[in-house]
């Protein structure tokens, strides 16, 4: 199911693109099919659909808990910034991201917005909803999540390329992601985070270090290193306060 919506954004952009890139038209159209599709697996009415409800893991989370794993995200991210620049120069990166300056602002935006919801929505429910909690019903917490992280690499090699780049920062943004949705029991936090990230690397990082073959360090590289450091050790601190709020919901 996830292959296939994101199968049908990937058409329906492709064509807007390549017919007309003046009027998005392709934003409203999977705008539309996503909202259905939220509605048909929030709302559904029948015995089966509720199954199919409960499984979405979309669960309402206290407004503090909600507040403190999107902050353990976004540090997350500023952190993950620093890994893909320094595995950059070391390994060099091939990120599959189209170059967007060449169509007007307009679609251009609208696209990138578009694109970083359909990425994070299809793959927190399908993945770190349905897929990672049936795993934690049989399997601990920490292995469902890593698990899960595994399951997902052959779909980031093939549409990033098959790099160490690409291996070790998708399973790190998994790894975090499922951690998020685990200690929280939610995938809502994790969708707000995934479409932040996506944004960010969209616009910000992948057109400036997304392409690169380097021969030798740069060693510009180095300044990132010490910002990302703290990031990740304040986030570390975060998720600790997310799995003592979730030790204290289940006493």
Avoid at 13 to 19: A, C, E, K, P, Q
Avoid at 38 to 61: D, E, F, K, T
Avoid at 115 to 123: F, K, R, S, Y
Avoid at 167 to 190: E, H, K, Q, R
Wanted: with cysteine.
């Amino acid at each position: 199911m996830s292959l296939l919506i994101q199968g049908v954004w990937l058409v329906l952009v492709v064509t807007n693109l390549n017919s007309g890139p003046g009027i998005p038209w392709s934003v409203p159209v999977m705008g539309l099919l996503l909202w259905m599709l939220w509605m048909y697996l929030r709302h559904a009415g029948s015995q089966r659909n509720i199954v199919i409800r409960s499984g979405l893991r979309a669960n309402r989370v206290p407004i503090r808990t909600f507040l403190l794993a999107i902050l353990a995200g976004l540090l997350s991210i500023f952190a993950l910034i620093g890994l893909w620049i320094l595995l950059v120069d070391v390994f060099g990166a091939e990120a599959n991201v189209p170059d967007f300056s060449k169509y007007p602002v307009l679609t251009s935006t609208t696209v990138v917005i578009m694109a970083a919801l359909v990425g994070a929505l299809v793959e927190e429910s399908g993945m770190r909803g349905y897929f990672q909690g049936r795993l934690e019903a049989s399997l601990s917490g920490p292995l469902a999540v890593l698990l899960t992280s595994i399951a997902m690499i052959p779909a980031h090699m093939i549409t990033q390329g098959f790099r160490l780049t690409t291996l070790i920062f998708y399973l790190c943004v998994d790894v975090m992601l499922g951690t998020m949705a685990y200690l929280t029991n939610s995938i809502l936090p994790g969708i707000v985070v995934h479409a932040i990230g996506l944004i960010i690397f969209f616009v910000l990082i992948w057109p400036r270090f997304g392409h690169r073959d380097y021969s030798d360090q740069d060693p510009t590289t180095y300044v990132y290193l010490a910002p990302a450091i703290a990031c990740a050790i304040l986030a570390m601190m975060c998720f600790r306060w997310l799995a003592k709020c979730r030790d204290a919901t289940a006493r």
